[in-house]
């Protein structure tokens, strides 16, 4: 069975930092760009970050930058999101998703996770 489950989600106060994980069964990360997206209640899906098999890294949010990064370990088969300084507007729930292709592209996702939450609030 191919999925992606992600974890680390929680709940954390403004200025705290999270780990984000997205491990991989059935298939191999290494081969695919992975991307992480997340939606906020009332809000349209996002992206966020990508990496693609090179490990070249695309943002996709302009209010993550410097904050946010993202990395992978293909013996884990398994991408990482680090959120550090984190802000009241990026509480949602973030997915990982799994490219048809090695580089890193807005559109052309084929496999997506659950989801897992991130809750930022004093």
């Known amino acids: 069975q191919l999925q992606l489950v992600e974890s680390g989600g929680g709940l954390v106060q403004p200025g705290g930092s999270l780990r984000l994980s997205c491990a991989a069964s059935g298939f191999a990360l290494r081969y695919r760009a992975i991307g992480w997206f997340r939606q906020a209640p009332g809000k349209e899906r996002e992206g966020v970050l990508c990496i693609s098999t090179g490990g070249v890294t695309t943002n996709y949010a302009d209010s993550v930058k410097g904050r946010f990064t993202i990395s992978r370990d293909n013996a884990k088969n398994t991408v990482y999101l680090q959120l550090n300084s984190l802000k009241l507007e990026d509480t949602a729930v973030y997915y990982c998703?799994?490219?048809?292709?090695?580089?890193?592209?807005?559109?052309?996702?084929?496999?997506w996770g659950q989801g897992t939450q991130v809750t930022v609030s004093s």
């Open positions: 998703a799994a490219g048809r292709q090695d580089m890193c592209l807005m559109t052309g996702y084929e496999y």
